[in-house]
């Protein structure tokens, strides 16, 4: 055993990259293999396919039905009712304070409705975050007006390309709502997704210069952000 | 499962459509409870691992076109790899184990790489029962059972030096058998 040859360079990476995959990488090789992992696409590529050999192992394993107990809970935790009392539901805004979005309801105000200075029906916001990048994006949609407020906190296109605004909703394809050419933008909410804004997401997108051209989300989504009365 | 199927899904899923998560739910979740089951042999555990599994599936859909790993893959390796960690947990110093797609860098070859793995994957089983069996068990071991170099160290009776060659070498037989 002591007289083989000790691992070429790569066979140690591909070592490194079975264990990895295996979970059996500890200490100084674990820190190794997961910061390759996040930087190096090679290697990335070798813990995939080690991932795609081991996974047969589970080809033998039968389904089981769960109980219904744990989509019930699932679905609880990942969409709270909205009807459950306000406090509780703050948490939703994550990273958001509720103070902060309230904020720039206020702020949006003039943007959406120059004329009045009482609210005349409920507002909604949402925050659009991403992992591409660091772009974030507050919106604040007043159905009542037909109008959406959009500001840019951070982030911006990739050079070349500009952000376009998409509303979501279950079963339809995305809707353009306008591109987000400044750090605050004014845009119209149409009244058929105004209708179904308890379902709304809004998502943005980076498209060439103009905005997507068929009218359907060509570039990345480089941020979403499910829309919610404030 | 149609592959297409669960890759446009997990797209759905991606962009937040709540329809399409539970639908993606009620695909997988009978396979997903299986493997966490299987991994963590009692049902209380097995729930947990599994709402675990699907929390991360909706916060991290958008990552899993980059990794190049077919859908199933990418799902099955998410509750295996959060069954294990469970299982671990209370060991001392345990260090999570990474889950594919919120980790891996989005992978310049790996989409070709990992479509030939997936088509050696059917020889798997062949190869591992084609290997020493004490080296085939310890790899079982390993990933379904989420054995650590320690356990299987002592286990197999040998020193960790000498199971760490043991399973490398296993491994690479694995490799060249499964690309036969």
């Known amino acids: 055993m002591t007289d083989l040859p000790p691992p070429t360079p790569e066979e140690e990476s591909e070592f490194l990259a079975a264990e990895y995959a295996l979970g059996l990488s500890e200490g100084e090789n674990l820190t190794e293999a997961r910061d390759r992992a996040r930087r190096d696409s090679l290697f990335a590529g070798a813990v995939a396919a080690w991932q795609e050999r081991l996974v047969a192992m589970t080809d033998a394993i039968a389904p089981v039905a769960p109980p219904a107990r744990v989509r019930k809970a699932l679905i609880k935790s990942l969409f709270p009712n909205i009807r459950v009392p306000f406090l509780q539901r703050l948490w939703v805004w994550q990273g958001l304070t509720f103070a902060s979005l309230a904020m720039l309801a206020v702020l949006a105000m003039p943007m959406l409705r120059p004329d009045a200075p009482t609210i005349a029906g409920p507002i909604y916001g949402t925050q659009l975050t991403g992992t591409i990048d660091?772009?974030?994006?507050?919106?604040?949609?007043?159905?009542s007006r037909g109008g959406i407020a959009v500001t840019r906190t951070a982030g911006a296109p990739p050079s070349g390309r500009v952000l376009?605004?998409?509303?979501?909703?279950?079963?339809?394809a995305p809707v353009s709502l306008g591109l987000v050419p400044d750090d605050a933008t004014h845009l119209k909410l149409p009244p058929e997704i105004a209708a179904q804004i308890d379902n709304l997401t809004l998502a943005?997108?980076?498209?060439?210069?103009?905005?997507?051209?068929e009218g359907a989300p060509t570039g990345e989504i480089r941020a979403v952000g499910t829309v919610e009365e404030i | 499962m149609d592959r297409e199927e669960i890759e446009r899904l997990i797209a759905r899923v991606a962009l937040k459509d709540r329809a399409a998560f539970e639908e993606l739910y009620d695909r997988v979740s009978a396979k997903l409870f299986g493997v966490c089951l299987r991994v963590l042999n009692k049902r209380a555990a097995a729930e947990d691992a599994m709402q675990d599994t699907f929390v991360k599936i909706w916060n991290n859909a958008d990552r899993y076109q980059a990794n190049g790993l077919s859908p199933m893959t990418w799902l099955i390796t998410i509750a295996r790899n959060t069954s294990i960690d469970r299982l671990r947990a209370r060991k001392k110093g345990h260090q999570d184990i990474d889950t594919p797609g919120m980790e891996l860098v989005a992978s310049g070859p790996s989409p070709e790489q990992s479509?030939?793995?997936?088509?050696?994957a059917s020889k798997l089983t062949g190869c591992l029962d084609a290997l020493d069996a004490d080296r085939g068990a310890a790899i079982r071991g390993a990933y379904l059972d989420g054995e650590t170099y320690a356990d299987l160290a002592e286990r197999f009776k040998v020193p960790l030096n000498t199971m760490r060659t043991w399973l490398r070498r296993g491994l690479i037989s694995l490799r060249e058998c499964m690309s036969q």
């Open chain 1, 204 to 213: 943005i997108s980076d498209e060439p210069p103009g905005g997507a051209p």
């Open chain 2, 115 to 120: 479509a030939i793995a997936a088509s050696e």
């Open chain 1, 164 to 172: 376009e605004l998409w509303a979501l909703l279950p079963d339809a």
């Open chain 1, 134 to 143: 660091d772009l974030q994006v507050y919106a604040v949609l007043d159905p």
